[in-house]
């Protein structure tokens, strides 16, 4: 075992870490600990754009954009953290600007904007163009940027680590603890994946920006390493989980791939049509058809192929058209994409409509923050030293549906708090608190214990029937049977799991072992995705229940707070627990409490949602 000490340690090197640790490491002694090599991080695959009201292109400003993601979220947003994010926004492109990104620009040379769904001028007049982006890598220039400005500040990394454990001085899973008692994070457990070597990381300040969790589905845009380890490890300590029944599908998914082709498509022009060559988003959302928000365009065409209008063979995908558009438009704002289209189908998007259909997408939900991106132990307690941002986190700027290119914001703006906070945090701290006595043992433990099973169940089958059972159960449309059929599910998946092993059994680059760990953050995830969705018995943003189809704003204008006791625990998770949302499951040796967190509402009344 190798200990070391830092003032801040990041886990994550994606857009949300490395943001913080360009912020954090100007005051601070920091690490950033990533178990890929951080330009690997799924940042570099976001392709459209980051929304800011630059207003280089037509009128705009940021009040728009908070009523937009405020609307966009069905309500569910904490509006004073939309209002920072649209705020923020501003400068957090300028500052990217500055650092080097290469922004496609208009012929006066301002940064460029596009349009994307559910972004619009004077409160959903028409849509506007606020998504500034490098062609349809984003994401990629946003990475590069970063990591680019990291490794000139001298920040330093430990890649290929992975963080299996989060060490605080109290056991939020057993302790009663109470209201006001502090709680502190001191450290972060990491296997090193060339050697197998356990290390410690003792730290003052902890920052989460692990990303998201799209692999709890088969058909998802996110890449292989998105098993939501930061929500897992934080929620296996005893931490509320925030909003997890809300999961992005993404209306355009190359059909049975689910590999992602941006909305920038349509924001360049780009028009969904049925079996029969109808705009059929006309009848959805009259105002602004195909760049209404995800959840709407998701469920409408999931909703045309179910009542026959799909097309192809199986009727069971619709079509992205873009054959009215130049080619040469084509291959200056969509050249990625558009190539995708022409590897993984065999289309030629210049003549052919390509073939589409919802891929699961993003996590609205995750580790819940402040709006300085310290993490809360209740509804509304922190943890001292601890920080969350980025997909991993729930600030909650979302809510019920994030809209597109407010991530790639979220990071920049979220990030740079958090790892300003954390800074902040570890100057008032004179010294490095204790650390428990055998840090490493939890993760030792389950280690040898899945290294050392002879044979048992295998990863790859496991990992396969949630994936199945979670897009045939808690995709677009839920009911109370399906998520009951997924939680029944995953109860025998959880119990499979425990006879897992690995063939691989050695120290070295041992990739089997830890598939087999994040397989067991997934399951965790997905858990509480079901029991949260089963628990919400309304419909809103990326949450649809066709027996409650209705938004219920008397029963569940609330943020869900779930969390993992033991199951001797009281049920009540805080004092704050409401109506509905008191709710246990029982999973054998824990269970899963639902609690509940007011929604912040400063301006705007909630409203019927229409586009
Ligand atoms: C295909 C695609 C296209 C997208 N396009 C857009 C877009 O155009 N606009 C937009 O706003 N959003 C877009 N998104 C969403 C957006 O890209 C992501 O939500 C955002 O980039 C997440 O950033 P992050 O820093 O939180 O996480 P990531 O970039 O996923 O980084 C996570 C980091 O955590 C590390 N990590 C994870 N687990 C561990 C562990 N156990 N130990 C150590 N390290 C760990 C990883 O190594 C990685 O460095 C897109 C997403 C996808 C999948």
């Given at each position: 075992?190798?200990?070391?000490?830092?003032?801040?340690?990041?886990?994550?090197?994606?857009?949300?870490?490395?943001?913080?640790?360009?912020?954090?490491?100007?005051?601070?002694?920091?690490?950033?600990?990533?178990?890929?090599?951080?330009?690997?991080?799924?940042?570099?695959?976001?392709?459209?754009?980051?929304?800011?009201?630059?207003?280089?292109?037509?009128?705009?400003?940021?009040?728009?954009?908070?009523?937009?993601t405020?609307k966009g979220g069905d309500?569910l947003v904490?509006?004073?953290?939309?209002?920072?994010?649209?705020?923020?926004?501003?400068?957090?492109?300028?500052?990217?600007?500055?650092?080097?990104?290469?922004?496609?620009?208009?012929?006066?040379?301002?940064?460029?904007?596009?349009?994307?769904g559910g972004?619009?001028?004077?409160?959903?007049?028409?849509?506007?163009?606020?998504?500034?982006?490098?062609?349809?890598?984003?994401?990629?220039?946003?990475?590069?940027?970063?990591?680019?400005?990291?490794?000139?500040?001298?920040?330093?990394?430990?890649?290929?680590?992975?963080?299996?454990?989060?060490?605080?001085?109290?056991?939020?899973?057993?302790?009663?603890?109470?209201?006001?008692?502090?709680?502190?994070?001191?450290?972060?457990?990491?296997?090193?994946?060339?050697?197998?070597?356990?290390?410690?990381?003792?730290?003052?300040?902890?920052?989460?920006?692990?990303?998201?969790?799209?692999?709890?589905?088969?058909?998802?845009?996110?890449?292989?390493?998105?098993?939501?380890?930061?929500?897992?490890?934080?929620?296996?300590?005893?931490?509320?989980?925030?909003?997890?029944?809300f999961f992005q599908f993404?209306?355009?998914?190359?059909?049975?791939?689910?590999?992602?082709?941006?909305?920038?498509?349509?924001?360049?022009?780009?028009?969904?049509?049925?079996?029969?060559?109808?705009?059929?988003?006309?009848?959805?959302?009259?105002?602004?058809?195909?760049?209404?928000p995800r959840d709407i365009?998701a469920?409408?065409?999931?909703?045309?192929?179910?009542?026959?209008?799909?097309?192809?063979?199986?009727?069971?995908?619709?079509?992205?058209?873009?054959?009215?558009?130049?080619?040469?438009?084509?291959?200056?704002?969509?050249?990625?994409?558009?190539?995708?289209?022409?590897?993984?189908?065999?289309?030629?998007?210049?003549?052919?409509?390509?073939?589409?259909?919802?891929?699961?997408?993003y996590?609205m939900?995750?580790?819940?923050?402040?709006?300085?991106?310290?993490?809360?132990?209740?509804?509304?307690?922190?943890?001292?030293?601890?920080?969350?941002?980025?997909?991993?986190?729930?600030?909650?700027?979302h809510g019920s549906n994030r809209l597109?290119?407010?991530?790639?914001?979220?990071?920049?703006?979220?990030?740079?708090?958090?790892?300003?906070?954390?800074?902040?945090?570890?100057?008032?701290?004179?010294?490095?608190?204790?650390?428990?006595?055998?840090?490493?043992?939890?993760?030792?433990?389950?280690?040898?214990?899945?290294?050392?099973?002879?044979?048992?169940?295998?990863?790859?089958?496991?990992?396969?029937?949630?994936?199945?059972?979670?897009?045939?159960?808690?995709?677009?449309?839920?009911?109370?049977?399906?998520?009951?059929?997924?939680?029944?599910?995953?109860?025998?998946?959880?119990?499979?799991?425990?006879?897992?092993?690995?063939?691989?059994?050695?120290?070295?680059?041992?990739?089997?072992?830890?598939?087999?760990?994040?397989?067991?953050?997934?399951?965790?995830?997905?858990?509480?995705?079901?029991?949260?969705?089963?628990?919400?018995?309304?419909?809103r943003g990326g949450h649809?229940?066709?027996?409650?189809?209705?938004?219920?704003?008397?029963?569940?204008?609330?943020?869900?707070?779930?969390?993992?006791?033991?199951?001797?625990?009281?049920?009540?998770?805080?004092?704050?627990?409401?109506?509905?949302?008191?709710?246990?499951?029982?999973?054998?040796?824990?269970?899963?409490?639902?609690?509940?967190?007011?929604?912040?509402?400063?301006?705007?009344?909630?409203?019927?949602r229409?586009?």
């Amino acid at each position: 075992m190798q200990t070391h000490q830092y003032d801040v340690v990041i886990v994550g090197a994606g857009g949300a870490g490395m943001r913080a640790a360009l912020e954090a490491s100007k005051d601070a002694r920091t690490a950033v600990i990533s178990k890929l090599y951080p330009t690997r991080s799924h940042t570099g695959a976001a392709q459209g754009g980051m929304a800011a009201a630059l207003a280089n292109v037509e009128d705009d400003n940021w009040e728009w954009h908070t009523f937009d993601t405020v609307k966009g979220g069905d309500y569910l947003v904490d509006q004073d953290a939309a209002e920072i994010l649209a705020k923020e926004a501003i400068d957090s492109v300028l500052d990217l600007e500055r650092m080097g990104l290469p922004f496609n620009r208009t012929p006066e040379g301002r940064i460029d904007q596009r349009r994307f769904g559910g972004h619009t001028r004077e409160h959903g007049q028409a849509a506007v163009r606020r998504a500034c982006y490098a062609a349809d890598r984003t994401g990629h220039m946003i990475l590069q940027t970063l990591y680019q400005n990291c490794v000139k500040q001298d920040v330093e990394f430990f890649n290929e680590f992975y963080v299996l454990d989060l060490l605080t001085d109290h056991d939020l899973t057993t302790e009663e603890l109470d209201d006001d008692a502090e709680v502190n994070a001191t450290g972060v457990v990491a296997y090193d994946l060339a050697s197998g070597e356990i290390h410690v990381f003792q730290a003052k300040a902890i920052i989460f920006a692990t990303g998201g969790a799209g692999k709890i589905f088969k058909t998802t845009s996110n890449a292989h390493t998105l098993t939501g380890d930061g929500m897992a490890l934080a929620y296996r300590r005893g931490l509320p989980l925030e909003d997890m029944e809300f999961f992005q599908f993404h209306p355009t998914g190359l059909a049975g791939l689910g590999i992602l082709l941006s909305e920038a498509a349509r924001g360049e022009g780009g028009i969904l049509r049925n079996a029969d060559g109808e705009r059929f988003m006309e009848r959805y959302a009259p105002t602004i058809k195909d760049l209404a928000p995800r959840d709407i365009v998701a469920r409408s065409m999931a909703n045309e192929v179910r009542e026959g209008r799909g097309a192809g063979p199986n009727k069971d995908y619709v079509l992205l058209d873009l054959t009215h558009l130049e080619p040469a438009h084509i291959d200056a704002k969509l050249p990625d994409i558009t190539e995708f289209a022409r590897t993984y189908l065999g289309i030629e998007p210049y003549t052919e409509p390509v073939p589409v259909y919802p891929t699961a997408h993003y996590a609205m939900g995750g580790v819940p923050t402040n709006v300085k991106g310290e993490v809360l132990r209740d509804s509304h307690n922190v943890v001292k030293g601890l920080y969350a941002a980025g997909e991993v986190a729930c600030v909650s700027v979302h809510g019920s549906n994030r809209l597109g290119t407010n991530s790639l914001l979220d990071i920049n703006v979220f990030g740079k708090r958090s790892g300003r906070s954390a800074a902040a945090y570890a100057k008032t701290v004179e010294q490095h608190l204790p650390i428990q006595e055998n840090p490493t043992e939890r993760v030792e433990a389950q280690l040898s214990e899945m290294r050392d099973r002879p044979d048992g169940e295998r990863v790859a089958e496991v990992r396969k029937a949630l994936q199945e059972t979670m897009d045939a159960n808690a995709q677009v449309f839920r009911t109370n049977e399906s998520l009951q059929q997924a939680a029944d599910d995953i109860r025998e998946l959880q119990k499979r799991y425990r006879n897992v092993s690995v063939q691989d059994k050695g120290t070295l680059f041992n990739t089997d072992l830890l598939e087999a760990i994040e397989l067991g953050f997934l399951l965790d995830i997905a858990e509480v995705t079901v029991l949260a969705a089963l628990n919400r018995r309304e419909s809103r943003g990326g949450h649809y229940r066709e027996d409650f189809p209705d938004r219920d704003d008397t029963n569940y204008m609330l943020h869900t707070m779930a969390y993992r006791r033991p199951t001797s625990a009281p049920d009540a998770a805080d004092g704050h627990v409401e109506g509905y949302f008191d709710h246990v499951e029982d999973f054998g040796d824990y269970k899963v409490v639902l609690g509940s967190k007011p929604v912040t509402q400063t301006r705007y009344e909630p409203m019927e949602r229409k586009y």
